[in-house]
């Protein structure tokens, strides 16, 4: 299913006008004893509350100093219920780019309706108990509480925000994690800026107009002309609730974007913003915290590379990655995305700590100086949305990798995470494509999604001695590719507190538990021990769960249907391997069937099998895509199902009589 | 003297052993306070050592403070293991934040915040700073050990105070305290050295409980108004002061009083009304400015939002009780789960939250004014067993709030499997609870949505392939403590399949996820009693078909609790009956051991009564 479709309208240009559906009535202090009479919205019974209208609009206004972007926004809220309550606090975050650049709170105002004796009982906000909480330099969130707000309530407020950021037209969200019966977003261009936009997760708006404002002409510098004003509106969107294993609610949220595409000044002169992917690539390839950036970190890079990496005879491959090794090294992550450094090569390499660019553009400065091709790749990381190739926006990129090119294929790298390997992306970049930053004339676009499948192999011995409360075990656990990577980061290398877990958990006891591999990412991350579970036993039989505690226990497929993909990041390929010693004196009294299923989606096997005294027993477990369309969420979960029930077969052993 | 000189020397050797284990080392703490002017000036400085990357986080360094507190950060530097300096942190690194606590909507607290870090290890960073307030309870609550995972080499606290400058104080033996008299001034010395940091488990005390505090309170203070902590009364009576003239009720308010109750005469059935009144129409939101904190928003500022935090919610029930000329308690108390117990040798600001109490016939009726969905009277896990400070005029005291009693079973639930050969089918479980599962489950009901309320019933019956289809609560809103809950749920594989045989077990006990015995440092803690009931019918259909082994009873009885399990066939159907009694207490480390088997074994009953059906 295609996700998002494009308005590319150049709203200065558009004259014509076209209408269909019908807009609402959205007034403020229009309450009727009905709507507070409500008890349930009939379309979703399981909403808190319900949206009844909620609109944006966007003017730009005249000031002494210029223009500046006003946006209004209006939302009045049915509440149904006390979860629905927290909707009458108001949070409205504020961005401040330096003293002179920044948005302000102008106005708010807000009310409550109550039915008190059968009559409407207004509640007005006082406009004095808004509460700025400073977050960082950058932004402030603005909090407000409706007063008098409980089930049945109706709330309703609206504020004003002035932005002197062009750049950014406030983007808006026509859906909600509660239901929306109506929202309304309106823009009153001028002719000075031009902005496209997109409408993403649905294929079109309810209603679409375009008007030329009436009566006398508004006079900005010096230029006469009537503002033309865009409303579109959406009704009746869904509430948005979670599902496990999706990649992030914008990929999913119906909600238009904007981005600004051109500047026209008042005398004559025009300046394209980014209308196309070339264009934006040009424009990065020169920006001060970016192209230039790597430019200007080109002389320390070299001295790096004389001083402190001193290559002779290394292959390409080889000085590549070393380069990585050091940068991964030699920085620290700061764990601020950005695709824009926010200091100068010198602060980084003093401080040896940057965000993402920082690092990222850097590491490509040191492999241009060491010869080697790379690029910036910009991206999208999970949880920030899908990026629309068709469409060039770049407030769809958030992060920034290094694309490397050999003689022979090339590797997407990210050096602010030491315990992925150099040619490995981390998880949070697997989000589908980035861009990459060149001056090639066709862009190249670039997927981050690996097909080299997560493996973990789980290898078991049992020596099971009857006489015996317990049963010893030997384990060894092998973890590569994504596995590997979350293993290093939830496990660490400590072993006592990894030993500690497995005991609290699932192990009477361990010994000589070791962890190897955890700074070599390019290899499996393994985790070995030997140690004691409980001996199940029934009457004289001894029992036995060939894969211990690590099989699924149940189905994590529990909804009957699914909306959304299921993403697990990369095909996902599990295998165990179980020796069972049979001990002297007994034999094996119950063997389960084998399974084996195979189809395009999984591969999921058991066997056994009796060689002398020891049987062995095999399973695998393969998730052979690492995104399900959600069309095959059924199957999927039918699969688990059985591969849960076959996992957690048991063998049983019996004396020999 | 030989003696003591080898032990101390095996002491440090056993510290410096230990040091290398932990991931950073507080290399050295120093914090000095004196006062100026009437000001509490706070001079800080410490060097702390991060040895792995995994310890980087210690660095990030919040210092907080309110609104018109001076707070000048001197320095912030890097260093190698010798002292080298690599890096000194700039002005602007050193941001400064909103400092709002988890669940305010807003206070005007802030936080000077930076996080140095080095990419070699190790590495130290050294900070230098200095804080002056104007008004304060507190010269100093100080502790030598930084939280989490971190060995304290050395911390020194000294305060320096005029001789006449009266305070309480209190601190651990542990700690080297010495006290020196200069001119007109007396300096009070607090040293630690080698301590390795306190490890927090399962139903252990709070961390604050474990680590060394060193608390100084001046006795006169001024903090709104003028007050004294010499005794709790003189505190009692500061807070009393500050609530005095906040209860006055707009005309209109009183007017619905009246409404309320009017037709009512017996005090109960009043105290009943009005605190429905007050759920049913206000709510919990917490703006803390200046000295809100400690003083609450008045009722008229209730009246008119319909909302408020504790005090003043608080303190508007209070105000309606006033006008009805029913009079009532407000009770400081340190809330939570599982509380920090009160100093009570140290009088003062040692609490969270407010509660009322309302006299009536020689008893109390408690009134937890935040809760939207406990009944009157219940004052449940948040506050109960513990002591409070009743404010008074003239007699403010330290009380004792009454413990949760398990009367009856805190969870008594009839699983009735329907079941098929395969082991598929239904299930149906009727749920009364009482006490901190009432809560919890009558708080869902009362404040969520049915997709939370479903997720909190998965979670509530740790059942294995069982999705439930529906539910429904029962006498809801009742002014009992009690709530009945129906769920039916579809079931699959009810038995576990060995070989050819079907074997059932009970429903499995809530897990207290205790640690191994040997582990164990800290005793435990049960603040409130836990009691299980449950009676699980499972439908066998064609029981002539099998042998069935049913197990003899288990009956356990222990300081800990008591567990019973036992099961017949009736007619078809295998009846299992099991109950698990918890009891509240403080078991000390010797008793772990015996605590710790009983409720392991408790928790095995599901994997060791099994009962085993065998074809014939």
């Known amino acids: 299913m295609k996700l998002s479709y494009l308005f590319f309208i150049l709203l200065f240009f558009l004259f014509s006008s076209s209408v269909f559906g019908q807009r609402m009535e959205t007034p403020m202090k229009k309450v009727s004893i009905a709507d507070l009479k409500i008890k349930e919205y009939l379309k979703d019974p399981l909403a808190e509350a319900y949206v009844i209208f909620d609109t944006g609009n966007t003017i730009f206004r005249k000031r002494d100093d210029g223009l500046v972007i006003e946006h209004i926004r209006t939302s009045k809220i049915k509440i149904l219920n006390n979860d629905g309550v927290k909707h009458a606090e108001v949070v409205v975050p504020i961005y401040t780019a330096d003293k002179n650049r920044r948005e302000k709170l102008l106005r708010v105002e807000a009310y409550s309706y109550n039915l008190e004796n059968e009559k409407?009982?207004?509640?007005?906000?006082?406009?004095?108990?808004?509460?700025?909480?400073?977050?960082?330099?950058?932004?402030?969130?603005?909090?407000?509480?409706?007063?008098?707000?409980?089930?049945?309530?109706?709330?309703?407020?609206?504020?004003?925000?002035?932005?002197?950021?062009?750049?950014?037209?406030?983007?808006?969200?026509?859906?909600?994690?509660?239901?929306?019966?109506?929202?309304?977003?309106?823009?009153?261009?001028?002719?000075?800026?031009?902005?496209?936009?997109?409408?993403?997760?649905?294929?079109?708006?309810?209603?679409?107009?375009?008007?030329?404002?009436?009566?006398?002409?508004?006079?900005?510098?010096?230029?006469?002309?009537?503002?033309?004003?865009?409303?579109?509106?959406?009704?009746?969107?869904?509430?948005?609730?979670?599902?496990?294993?999706?990649?992030?609610?914008?990929?999913?949220?119906?909600?238009?974007?904007?981005?600004?595409?051109?500047?026209?000044?008042?005398?004559?002169?025009?300046?394209?913003?980014?209308?196309?992917?070339?264009?934006?690539?040009?424009?990065?390839?020169?920006?001060?915290?970016?192209?230039?950036?790597?430019?200007?970190?080109?002389?320390?890079?070299?001295?790096?590379?004389?001083?402190?990496?001193?290559?002779?005879?290394?292959?390409?491959?080889?000085?590549?990655?070393?380069?990585?090794?050091?940068?991964?090294?030699?920085?620290?992550?700061?764990?601020?995305?950005?695709?824009?450094?926010?200091?100068?090569?010198?602060?980084?390499?003093?401080?040896?700590?940057?965000?993402?660019?920082?690092?990222n553009l850097f590491t490509i400065a040191l492999l241009r100086a060491a010869g080697i091709d790379a690029n910036p790749v910009i991206i999208s990381t999970r949880g920030h949305g899908k990026v629309e190739v068709s469409y060039p926006f770049a407030s769809f990129f958030n992060y920034v990798i290094i694309q490397i090119k050999f003689e022979k294929g090339m590797i997407l790298t990210d050096a602010t995470d030491r315990l992925i390997?150099?040619?490995?992306?981390?998880?949070?970049?697997?989000?589908?494509?980035?861009?990459?930053?060149?001056?090639?004339?066709?862009?190249?676009?670039?997927?981050?999604?690996?097909?080299?499948?997560?493996?973990?192999?789980?290898?078991?011995?049992?020596s099971p001695d009857p006489e015996k409360e317990d049963l010893a075990v030997q384990v060894i656990r092998q973890k590569t590719e994504i596995d590997g990577y979350r293993s290093r980061q939830r496990t660490g290398e400590n072993s006592e507190s990894l030993k500690e877990q497995l005991l609290e958990n699932h192990f009477n006891s361990i010994e000589g538990i070791k962890i190897k591999n955890y700074h070599k990412p390019r290899t499996p991350f393994v985790v070995g021990f030997q140690g004691t579970v409980d001996q199940e036993k029934l009457n004289e039989q001894l029992i036995f769960s060939p894969f211990l505690h690590y099989p699924p226990a149940e189905n994590y497929f529990k909804e009957p249907n699914r909306t959304y993909p299921i993403d697990f990041l990369s095909p996902n390929f599990e295998n165990f391997n179980t020796e069972i010693t049979i001990p002297d004196g007994y034999e094996v009294a119950y063997m389960p069937e084998p399974l084996t299923i195979d189809d395009k989606l999984v591969a999921i096997n058991t066997d056994y099998q009796i060689r002398e005294?020891?049987?062995?027993?095999?399973?695998?477990?393969?998730?052979?895509?690492?995104?399900?369309?959600?069309?095959?969420?059924?199957?999927?979960?039918?699969?688990?199902?059985?591969?849960?029930?076959?996992?957690?077969?048991?063998?049983?052993?019996?004396?020999?009589? | 003297m030989k003696v003591r000189i080898y032990l101390s020397i095996i002491i440090f050797s056993i510290s410096l052993g230990l040091q290398g284990q932990f991931p950073a080392e507080l290399i050295e703490s120093n914090t000095e306070i004196f006062l100026k002017k009437n000001k509490l000036k706070k001079k800080v400085s410490k060097l702390l050592q991060i040895?792995?990357?995994?310890?980087?986080?210690?660095?990030?360094?919040?210092?907080?403070?309110?609104?018109?507190?001076?707070?000048?950060?001197?320095?912030?530097?890097?260093?190698?293991?010798?002292?080298?300096?690599?890096?000194?942190?700039?002005?602007?690194?050193?941001?400064?934040?909103?400092?709002?606590?988890?669940?305010?909507?807003?206070?005007?607290?802030?936080?000077?915040?930076?996080?140095?870090?080095?990419?070699?290890?190790?590495?130290?960073?050294?900070?230098?700073?200095?804080?002056?307030?104007?008004?304060?309870?507190?010269i100093d609550r100080w502790s030598p050990i930084k939280q989490g995972d971190v060995f304290t080499h050395s911390a020194r606290l000294s305060i320096t105070l005029p001789k006449d400058y009266p305070i309480n104080m209190s601190f651990p033996d542990s700690l080297e305290f010495s006290k020196t008299e200069i001119a007109d001034e007396i300096n009070y010395v607090w040293q630690a050295n080698h301590l390795s940091p306190p490890k927090l488990e399962a139903h252990g005390p709070p961390l604050r409980s474990i680590l060394p505090f060193v608390w100084v309170v001046p006795e006169k203070f001024k903090y709104g108004l003028i007050g004294s902590q010499k005794t709790w009364n003189d505190y009692g009576q500061w807070q009393y002061r500050m609530n005095e003239g906040l209860r006055t009720l707009p005309g209109s308010e009183k007017r619905k009083i009246d409404q309320l109750v009017a037709g009512l005469e017996d005090p109960k059935e009043i105290v009943s009304t009005l605190y429905r009144y007050l759920q049913e129409n206000h709510r919990y939101i917490l703006v803390a400015i200046e000295i809100g904190g400690l003083k609450p928003y008045p009722a008229s500022y209730?009246?008119?939002?319909?909302?408020?935090?504790?005090?003043?919610?608080?303190?508007?029930?209070?105000?309606?009780?006033?006008?009805?000329?029913?009079?009532?308690?407000?009770?400081?108390?340190?809330?939570?789960?599982?509380?920090?117990?009160?100093?009570?040798?140290?009088?003062?600001?040692?609490?969270?939250?407010?509660?009322?109490?309302?006299?009536?016939?020689?008893?109390?009726?408690?009134?937890?004014?935040?809760?939207?969905?406990?009944?009157?009277?219940?004052?449940?896990?948040?506050?109960?067993?513990?002591?409070?400070?009743?404010v008074d005029a003239n007699h403010s005291r330290l009380i004792d709030l009454p413990p949760l009693q398990a009367d009856e079973p805190t969870q008594h639930s009839i699983f009735n499997f329907k079941t098929g050969e395969a082991g598929s089918g239904s299930l149906m479980i009727t749920t009364t609870a009482t006490n901190q599962d009432f809560e919890s489950l009558n708080y869902y009901r009362k404040n969520t949505t049915p997709l939370k309320i479903k997720k909190r019933i998965n979670r509530y019956f740790p059942?294995?392939?069982?999705?439930?289809?529906?539910?429904?609560?029962?006498?809801?809103?009742?002014?009992?403590?009690?709530?009945?809950?129906?769920?039916?749920?579809?079931?699959?594989?009810?038995?576990?399949?060995?070989?050819?045989?079907?074997?059932?077990?009970?429903?499995p006990f809530s897990s207290f996820e205790l640690e191994k015995s040997t582990k164990r440092t800290q005793p435990v803690i049960f603040n409130y009693p836990t009691s299980e009931l449950f009676e699980v019918n499972y439908e066998l259909g064609n029981v002539k078909n099998y042998n069935i082994e049913i197990p003899p009873p288990i009956e356990i009885n222990t300081a800990f609790g008591s567990l019973s399990v036992s099961a017949l066939l009736d007619d078809g159907i295998l009846k299992i009956r099991q109950h698990r009694i918890v009891n509240a207490?403080?078991?000390?480390?010797?008793?772990?051991?015996?605590?710790?088997?009983?409720?392991?074994?408790?928790?095995k009953v599901s994997k060791k009564f099994l009962i085993v059906c065998t074809p014939k």
Not at chain 1, 259 to 288: C, F, V
Not at chain 1, 448 to 462: A, Q, W
Not at chain 1, 616 to 622: A, R
């Open chain 2, 463 to 507: 059942l294995k392939n069982t999705s439930l289809i529906d539910y429904k609560f029962h006498q809801p809103d009742s002014l009992e403590p009690k709530i009945q809950l129906t769920t039916n749920w579809n079931t699959k594989q009810q038995f576990q399949k060995i070989g050819n045989r079907k074997v059932y077990t009970p429903i």
């Open chain 2, 51 to 138: 040895n792995h990357t995994d310890a980087d986080d210690y660095t990030n360094t919040g210092i907080y403070f309110s609104k018109g507190d001076d707070v000048k950060v001197n320095v912030v530097r890097i260093e190698d293991i010798k002292g080298n300096v690599l890096r000194v942190l700039k002005k602007k690194e050193i941001q400064t934040q909103s400092s709002v606590i988890r669940g305010a909507l807003y206070s005007d607290d802030f936080v000077k915040f930076f996080q140095p870090k080095w990419h070699q290890y190790p590495y130290r960073i050294y900070y230098e700073y200095t804080h002056t307030v104007e008004d304060f309870l507190f």
């Open chain 1, 613 to 657: 005294n020891v049987i062995t027993v095999t399973g695998n477990l393969n998730f052979k895509l690492g995104l399900y369309n959600p069309k095959y969420y059924r199957l999927l979960k039918a699969h688990v199902e059985k591969a849960v029930s076959a996992f957690n077969e048991k063998i049983i052993l019996q004396k020999i009589k």
């Open chain 1, 120 to 359: 409407i009982a207004m509640t007005t906000f006082d406009e004095k108990e808004v509460y700025d909480e400073i977050i960082n330099e950058y932004w402030t969130h603005k909090k407000f509480v409706i007063p008098n707000v409980k089930e049945g309530s109706i709330i309703e407020y609206r504020y004003v925000l002035e932005s002197p950021f062009f750049f950014n037209l406030p983007d808006w969200s026509f859906q909600q994690k509660i239901p929306v019966s109506y929202s309304e977003y309106s823009v009153s261009s001028v002719p000075f800026y031009e902005y496209q936009f997109i409408l993403k997760g649905a294929p079109d708006f309810d209603y679409r107009d375009t008007k030329k404002a009436r009566g006398l002409p508004r006079s900005v510098y010096g230029i006469e002309f009537h503002d033309l004003t865009t409303v579109v509106a959406m009704k009746d969107l869904p509430a948005f609730r979670d599902e496990s294993y999706i990649s992030s609610i914008d990929d999913y949220l119906v909600r238009l974007d904007f981005q600004l595409s051109r500047i026209n000044r008042p005398d004559g002169s025009r300046t394209k913003i980014m209308t196309n992917w070339k264009d934006l690539r040009t424009e990065y390839l020169s920006h001060a915290e970016f192209g230039n950036y790597i430019k200007k970190s080109r002389k320390p890079a070299e001295k790096i590379l004389e001083s402190s990496l001193a290559f002779t005879d290394e292959t390409e491959t080889e000085k590549t990655l070393k380069i990585i090794e050091f940068a991964k090294s030699e920085f620290k992550w700061n764990n601020f995305y950005g695709k824009f450094s926010t200091q100068s090569p010198k602060s980084l390499l003093s401080k040896k700590s940057g965000n993402v660019a920082d690092i």
């Open chain 1, 421 to 462: 390997a150099a040619d490995r992306l981390p998880p949070r970049c697997i989000n589908d494509k980035g861009l990459v930053i060149n001056k090639a004339d066709t862009e190249e676009w670039l997927f981050t999604n690996p097909d080299i499948p997560s493996k973990t192999k789980t290898m078991i011995k049992m």
């Open chain 2, 585 to 603: 207490g403080k078991f000390s480390l010797k008793e772990y051991p015996n605590l710790y088997d009983f409720i392991t074994n408790s928790e």
């Open chain 2, 302 to 390: 209730v009246c008119e939002k319909r909302y408020g935090d504790c005090k003043a919610l608080t303190n508007f029930m209070q105000a309606m009780l006033e006008y009805v000329n029913i009079p009532s308690f407000y009770v400081k108390v340190y809330a939570g789960d599982n509380p920090v117990a009160l100093k009570t040798e140290i009088s003062g600001q040692q609490f969270n939250h407010v509660i009322l109490g309302v006299p009536i016939d020689g008893d109390t009726i408690w009134l937890e004014n935040t809760s939207n969905s406990n009944p009157p009277g219940y004052l449940g896990t948040f506050t109960q067993n513990r002591k409070g400070l009743l």
